[in-house]
């Protein structure tokens, strides 16, 4: 999702740790090994990895094309490729005719049935191009806060796990209770209650 869309749904994240060593060559370097790899002629199933703000498909972190004022700006892409059951199956039983026809043979093993089926779906999956969907995200370093352009799931754990993976910082994903924890200046008994409180349902 777009910051710049008329709507957007956002997660915000806290980050306590800092970047040891020069900071925009630590992030530019980071950026750049975990860039996405495109997958449109390849037999992989999903990528994910950075992209550029301004150009999602044509990632380039060069000359600090990420920074604007106080932030730094880029996007997470994520490509995948789903091939349908039905089509799978189409083709697999094709491969089995075939097989049985070119050997000769009344049946075919399930050691081969398994590596025809894999065989089948790397083909399929080759041949497809991938489905890409873009979160942008806005880190401002000094502030420690980072917010995510997506609340989904999946979207958000590729995201905590490529921040780590890229600049070793963990992501702290700020809701209620997080930011009771770690931005309300609780004393110790406020912190030991906050421990121990649980969900309630406010429905029957």
Known sequence: MSLLSATVSVSRYLIEEKIEGPLIETITQG????TITDIDNEDMEQSVGWTSFDDPFKPDFEGSSFIIDNYFVFSLRIDRKKVQAKIIQKH??????????????????RNEKAEIKEDVIQRLTKRIPATPNVYDLLWNYEASSLCFFSTQKAANEELETLFNKSFELHLIRLFPYTTAEYKADLTDEQRDALGKLSPFSFTE
């Open 31 to 34: 950026l750049k090994k975990n």
């Open 92 to 109: 697999y039983l094709l491969a089995i005719a075939e097989r049985l026809s070119s050997t000769g043979k009344q049946y075919i093993s």
